[in-house]
């Protein structure tokens, strides 16, 4: 394997030379810098004391924990051969400490803090490893539904899940069957199937927790290039597990736009889509000491700060209007997003742009009065 060195925050770590991204061997998008640089920022506010990189390919993510965050135990692991000589080179480089074999598939670096190179199939060794890690990072390709209950059952009931997802296509609608089979859910179509799908994964991983008596809480969950990423507090107990299935719900749209969403373990009417969570996608306080800390850090990615600065001011209601959908859809122009905004703030509604879509914004206003504010003056 031919490989280069890339610098991402505090971290020098070898990559394979490849044309494209999926060819390499071991696989480093440096795109994903953006989803690690607020992985990083997560676990320095969060402070967990054991972490987990369960799909962990060069390293980087797990050694960027054990370089730039409070952590002080780290575990890095990945089924495949070349990666985990990889993580061993890597975390050699960064950590500057000897360690040694503990069995045939296990490296342990003890220095300043511990870190633990494995090489295992994840589910095995969050089997393993039950109710021991306080933070645990899932970053699959695809889908993380088939580590999500041996996940649930290696973090501890308090402790925080980060899960990533890059089957958007999947989770969006357009592979449907694909979606009901993965994650037991109807997607939607059009200018609201991010936000859905984003919604659908966490609703996934409610329905999952609730039959250990966990209860979801949403830190930060967003979309960007592709990919769904949520950070979730567990809560221990039945009231807590149950609290938060009574935040899922269906969503419905029709054809000029207007949406409206229900909670309930059943829809009223069809046709509906979901379940999906319809609780909040931010804790306000974690997303400001979040973006405290990106203002002080030196960041791997440039547009890591704007989108903290979008997702703590965006209004966290469920869903979002498109202007530009609305627009084709109910035959009027599209003006300014600004001036909807400003219209929409001027008769006493909330409004804000949404990261979910450069031409969306969120609102308490209902649909009437976001076309009217659509209308030139
Ligand atoms: N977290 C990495 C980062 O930030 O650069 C990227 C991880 S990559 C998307 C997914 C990794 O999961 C691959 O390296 C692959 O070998 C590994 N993988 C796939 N199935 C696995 C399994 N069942 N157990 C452990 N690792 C697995």
Known sequence: MELMEVR????????PKAERIYDAPVFYNPVMALNRDISVLAVSVLKPGRVLDALSATGIRGIRYA??????????NDISEDAFRLILENARRNLGVEGEMLGERRFVFRGEKTVVANHDDANRLMAEKFRYFDFLD???FGSP?????????????RGVLAVTATDTGVLCGAYRQACRRKYLAEPIRGELCHEAGLRILIGTVVRYAAKYDLGVEVLLAYYRDHYFRAFLRLRSGAKKADRSVSMLGYLRQEASGRFEYETGFL???????????LGPLKEQRFVEETLKLAEKKALAHKKTLPFLEVLAKELDLPFHYDTHALARRNGLQVGKLADVIE???????????????????????????????????
């Open 67 to 76: 370089l730039e965050t409070p952590a002080g135990e780290v575990w890095l």
């Open 8 to 15: 991402e925050g505090s971290a020098r770590i070898l990559v």
């Open 343 to 377: 219209a929409l703030r001027e008769i006493g509604y909330r409004a804000t742009r949404t990261h979910f879509s450069p031409t969306a914004i969120k609102t308490d206003a209902p649909f009437d009065a976001v076309l009217e504010a659509m209308k030139p003056l």
């Open 138 to 140: 899932l970053d699959p």
């Open 145 to 157: 539904v088939e580590f999500l209950d041996t996940a649930l059952r290696s973090v501890k009931r």
């Open 267 to 277: 829809p009223e009417r069809l046709p509906s889509h979901g379940p999906l969570w």
